[in-house]
């Protein structure tokens, strides 16, 4: 009976979001009163229209009923409300599976993620509903489909630990939560996108549809990003004496709380740093400042095969703080043979610029995990999916190279350069790789050339449904296969992903053997993937929050 009762209550609580006692007021008047003919549509009305821009309609409607939505941006706010008391309940559930799993590593590790990411996503809602009324539509797009995706991280950690009956009721819970959230993430694309007119409201549109975002770049140059030149270091780290710190997480240590709108500069000199480092989401505006690639080196070894790590916990280097920048830096994992998911740079920071930079691993060497993420003259090698994740990213002028597998490399392998993880099609989300060079390493392309038939290697493949991969001017090497793109298992996602080219160049550029599922991108929407019109660049400000 007691089991009874506390599910019948959860049930309640997915259904109705608690509404204040006005909104219950309101709800129960408009009932009594049938909606009157007049040009303005009635509450219910705007509600079903808006809702029609949904994925779960029903649940759109019967989750808005009990506010009061006398116009599109109420609506959406209500629905960020709904999203972000369900979530806070989440927490809690989360919360008793980590004190429930006492000794159990597994289930530990996986509410203890869950926890930091929802905190995360929380926080990024917040910041949502407080950007709509400043008109900051397209931030609140960005930070509200980084939240869907942490919610959705968090349930697929518990997948791997769903053996007792509180986890499998949280992943159900957190299930419709994504519900939630997806739907509030749709209303605002269809404001931004569509306008405030809810008649004309319609579902979540993608490129395979035929659907582009707007795309010129308003006038004047096209906006570029980079590390500033000239920036002072606030601190030094060094191995030998005489800096502030010997390691790299001491100085991030004493970088300022939310960074006040400047930032903190650390001056990494010449060295290998072999330690984990992280930046919270608290350190706001961090800089690294190494000597170069391949001079300071920051190092670590952590990967999947240890036990209570999953592949987010591999990084050698995790940021979450957002407006992070780095420069003249190698970062690497060099977990052993056979260690399978090994990151050595994960990102979750908004804003963030990494330039001059080498990332060097085997399978997932760059987790770009969140948000807007800008690489400038990087290094990038790996081979299994090593640029994954669920972030909007560009890549310009980067070399993007394939590394030889670390066991029995002249067997042949197959590689897929990325694997972008887009779960909605309202996400902001996707890879793009302009005027980048993809080839191997030498002793990769040695192994390749001595027998090219066993040796496949893929632009991408979807790792989610909606995954979202483009390649606008590069190089791509003869190692690249004709087909272009591998799929993830069966039809997975290949009539929802959207994975496109144009104007590349190279051996590996011909369209002529690639899958029908992959698209040339029409000329006159190319600008849609800039860093103006792509990650809002022209923007990007000193973050102060
Ligand atoms: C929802 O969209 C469909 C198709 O665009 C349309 O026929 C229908 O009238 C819409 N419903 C509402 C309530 O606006
Ligand atoms: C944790 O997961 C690992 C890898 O899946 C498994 O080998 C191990 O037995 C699990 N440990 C527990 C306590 O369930
Ligand atoms: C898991 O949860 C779902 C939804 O709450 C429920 O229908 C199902 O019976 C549960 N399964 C187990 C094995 O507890
Ligand atoms: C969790 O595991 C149970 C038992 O294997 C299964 O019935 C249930 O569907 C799983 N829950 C989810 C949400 O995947
Ligand atoms: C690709 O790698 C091969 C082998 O190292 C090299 O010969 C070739 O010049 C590279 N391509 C470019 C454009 O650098």
């Not at 992959?518 to 973050?543: A, K």
């Amino acid at each position: 009976m007691a089991v009874f009762s506390i599910l019948f209550l959860s049930l309640f609580v997915f259904i109705h979001p608690t509404p204040s006692a006005s909104d219950l007021h309101h709800h129960h008047r408009r009932r009594i009163h049938p909606p009157s003919i007049k040009d303005e549509p009635s509450s219910s009305d705007l509600i079903r229209q808006a809702c029609n821009a949904t994925r779960y309609q029903q649940l759109c409607e019967s989750s808005l009923t009990p506010y009061p939505n006398r116009n599109p941006m109420e609506i959406i706010q209500s629905a960020l409300t709904v999203s972000s008391d369900n979530l806070r309940e989440a927490q809690s559930k989360v919360q008793s599976i980590l004190e429930a799993a006492s000794g159990n590593i597994n289930q530990t590790n996986a509410a203890k993620n869950c926890i930091e990411i929802l905190h995360m996503s929380a926080y990024r809602l917040k910041s949502t509903a407080d950007a709509l009324p400043r008109g900051d539509i397209k931030n609140g797009r960005a930070w509200t489909t980084a939240g869907l995706a942490y919610q959705y991280d968090c349930w697929s950690g518990l997948k791997y630990v769903n053996d007792t009956k509180m986890i499998n009721e949280t992943m159900s819970f957190l299930n419709t939560l994504i519900g939630y959230t997806s739907n509030a993430l749709s209303l605002m694309m269809a404001y931004d996108v569509l306008g405030d007119q809810t008649a004309s409201w319609t579902p979540p549109k993608t490129e395979r549809d035929g659907f582009w975002e707007a795309g010129g770049d308003a006038g004047g140059a096209a906006p570029q990003l980079g590390v500033p030149a000239g920036l002072k270091a606030d601190v030094t780290v060094c191995k030998s004496g005489g800096c502030d710190y010997s390691t790299v997480q001491e100085a991030v240590n004493a970088a300022p709380d939310w960074g006040y709108g400047r930032r903190f500069v650390i001056w990494v000199k010449t060295g290998v740093y072999e330690e984990t480092v992280r930046v919270g989401l608290s350190k706001q505006n961090v800089v690294v400042l190494g000597d170069g690639m391949g001079k300071t080196v920051i190092t670590g070894s952590l990967n999947v095969g240890q036990p209570g790590i999953s592949t987010y916990n591999t990084a050698t280097f995790g940021v979450v703080g957002d407006g992070f920048m780095a420069s003249g830096l190698t970062i690497e994992n060099t977990a052993g043979p056979d260690a399978h998911q090994a990151v050595a740079f994960r990102s979750d920071s908004d804003r963030s610029i990494l330039e001059n930079c080498e990332f060097l691993g085997n399978q997932d060497t760059l987790y770009a995990h969140s948000l807007r993420q800008f690489y400038k003259s990087c290094r990038i090698e790996g081979n299994v999916d090593f640029i994954f994740g669920n972030s909007a990213s560009i890549f310009q002028d980067c070399a993007i190279l394939v590394r030889p597998r670390q066991l029995n490399p002249e067997k042949g392998e197959t590689n897929a350069v990325t694997a972008h993880g887009r779960i909605d099609p309202a996400q902001s989300t996707g890879f793009v790789f302009q005027n980048c060079l993809i080839n191997g390493t030498e002793e990769y392309m040695r192994l390749y050339y001595s027998n090219p038939k066993v040796h496949k290697n893929y632009l991408g493949r979807p790792w989610k449904e909606f995954s979202r991969t483009v390649y606008i001017g590069c190089k791509l090497e003869a190692l690249i296969a004709p087909q272009g793109w591998m799929p993830w298992t069966g039809d997975f996602a290949l009539q929802t992903l959207y994975y496109g080219e144009f104007g590349n160049s190279g051996k590996g550029s011909d369209l002529s053997g690639r899958v029908t599922w992959s698209s040339g991108i029409p000329e006159d929407h190319v600008n849609v993937y800039s860093i103006g019109n792509f990650l809002q660049g022209d923007q990007w400000r000193l973050t102060s929050s």
